[in-house]
């Protein structure tokens, strides 16, 4: 059981990371929360390992939404000079682009139902059917379906957005 | 299941969530070869594959694109099974402290009782009372006994021991109950010589900053020190460590670190890290006692604990702080080189 928890780790933990990070969108805190569920996984030894892990990051994942409501306010204490963990390397024009990107796809994505974006962000990390099934409570038939709709909304809001950024680039 | 080929003898084409489910291989062999069969007669359908090939691979794009890139290698698996061991250590711990204090407590009522007649008559013995590991919680009581009592506070062994064998002797089968004046032990700093110190430092090292730090602190080794916070350990890189102070939260949370290391010029940093409230609460009186003497970093994030409750997972903001006897300018450039993970 621990060697089969520890190949799921390294061949899923990077997964779960990007899974977390769609989330949160803070890659320290997606880091944390996928280390938070493999040490949770130790302890309880689930029967269906990888579908478990996901559930739990999205489980964590919501919680972290919640508490973010909550600190908000003792943030505003905490912002003069946070310490930068792991920020990526970019020029600054390169940041500035990625940063725009993301807060796009970011948007987009919160135009999509939370159980459209819930199976394709399980999708996009590398979850089969059935195991997005078991783990959304759909068919495995409606997979399909779902994630064509989610798919199409998202390009559709994403285009939508992008769009009306780059007018209002050409106007300003 | 599929049934898209025909209705009626009529040919209908391929919806496109199956064409979505075709590439995403989630659909059985049989399914596939009669969804490429039909592919290779329907041209309308195999634009629509190509649409819809169009649209995952786009999303696809656009969802790796926005990934978090990776500058820090993903963390070992033994780290994750480090710090597994080391929650469990602390749960362990912390079950055996409210079991010796429980202990202590049931030993104590049941002596008082003993001792106003609840026991045997004639068999009031002098007695000695062992309170084993005091914690934060126990050292700071008022103990109170019945009976005139000598307190001798061992801080080799860490043990209490109350004492009446001087108690007034018995008249009758009812012992009198004797007042005396309630006795408080006060918390004070108990510093274990560390197994191996971290850093033998012959120079005499001032430690008059120390004093801000209140409470029960254990001073650690570096290899204890890393099981109990998980590997998270702040410091200044390229500095000597001359200490490492660990002070204990409960509950699953890491416990406040302090590291303390030297500077060339032999002044002493100390780098705070721990739970939010607990980490502020301390600068405060820090600050309160060393007033214009020593400063203190702007407090930064850093890694967060999460404590399991019935609720869920909450989250527990830690941060950390530079102090030491530095401009702040400076001590915010040390805070920002502080390396917290391994």
């Given at each position: 059981m621990t060697d089969?928890?520890?190949?799921?780790?390294?061949?899923t933990y990077t997964a779960v990371v990007r899974f977390l990070y769609r989330k949160v969108w803070d890659a320290d805190r997606a880091e944390d929360l996928a280390q938070e569920v493999f040490i949770r996984a130790m302890s309880h030894q689930p029967e269906k390992p990888r579908a478990w892990v996901f559930a739990v990051a999205a489980n964590l994942a919501r919680d972290e939404a919640r508490a973010a409501v909550r600190r908000k306010k003792h943030l505003m204490l905490l912002t003069n000079d946070p310490l930068p963990m792991s920020t990526p390397e970019r020029t600054a024009d390169e940041a500035v682009e990625y940063d725009e990107r993301k807060a796009l796809v970011n948007e987009a994505l919160a135009t999509l139902s939370e159980r459209d974006r819930e199976v394709l962000l399980l999708w996009d990390a590398g979850l089969s059917y059935p195991e997005i099934a078991e783990q959304t409570g759909l068919a495995v038939g409606a997979i399909g379906t779902t994630l064509a709709r989610a798919r199409k909304r998202l390009l559709d809001a994403y285009d939508g957005m992008d769009h009306d950024r780059r007018r209002a680039a050409a106007h300003s | 299941m599929t049934g898209w080929i025909t209705i009626d003898g009529a040919p209908r084409h391929i919806p496109e969530d199956e064409l979505h489910a075709y590439l995403d291989q989630a659909l059985s062999r049989s399914q596939c070869v009669e969804i490429e069969c039909h592919l290779a007669e329907c041209r309308q359908c195999r634009h629509l594959r190509d649409d819809v090939a169009a649209v995952r691979d786009r999303i696809t794009a656009l969802l790796a694109d926005t990934a978090p890139r990776r500058v820090t290698p993903i963390p070992s698996y033994e780290r994750i099974v480090a710090k597994h061991q080391a929650r469990r250590?602390?749960?362990i711990g912390r079950v055996r402290r409210v079991g010796l204090i429980a202990a202590g407590l049931v030993g104590a009522v049941?002596?008082?009782?003993?001792?106003?007649?609840?026991?045997?008559?004639?068999?009031?013995?002098?007695?000695?009372?062992?309170?084993?590991e005091p914690s934060a919680e126990t050292v700071g009581r008022t103990l109170v006994a019945a009976g005139p009592v000598a307190l001798v506070a061992d801080d080799s062994t860490g043990s209490v021991v109350v004492d009446n064998s001087s108690a007034v002797e018995p008249t009758g089968d009812r012992i009198p109950l004797v007042r005396e004046e309630a006795r408080t032990l006060r918390t004070a700093p108990i510093r274990p010589q560390a197994a191996t110190p971290v850093v033998q430092v012959s120079a005499v090292v001032p430690d008059e900053e120390s004093v801000g730090f209140e409470g029960l602190w254990q001073s650690v080794d570096w290899q204890q020190a890393r099981a109990e916070t998980g590997g998270n350990m702040p410091r200044i890189s390229g500095l000597p460590i001359l200490d490492i102070q660990l002070q204990q939260i409960g509950g699953e949370e890491r416990p406040i670190v302090v590291v303390v290391q030297q500077h060339p010029s032999g002044r002493l940093i100390r780098t705070v890290e721990g739970p939010i409230e607990r980490v502020e609460q301390l600068l405060e009186r820090y600050a309160a006692r060393t007033p214009g003497q020593v400063r203190a970093s702007t407090p930064a994030l850093t890694p967060p604990d999460y404590v399991s409750s019935g609720a869920g997972t909450p989250r527990r903001l830690r941060i950390l702080s530079v102090i030491a006897n530095f401009p702040a300018d400076s001590l915010n450039a040390m805070a920002r080189a502080i390396d917290v993970r391994e």
């Open positions: 089969d928890l520890e190949r799921l780790y390294k061949s | 250590r602390a749960l049941g002596l008082g009782w003993w001792m106003q007649g609840g026991g045997p008559a004639g068999s009031a013995a002098p007695a000695t009372v062992a309170v084993a």
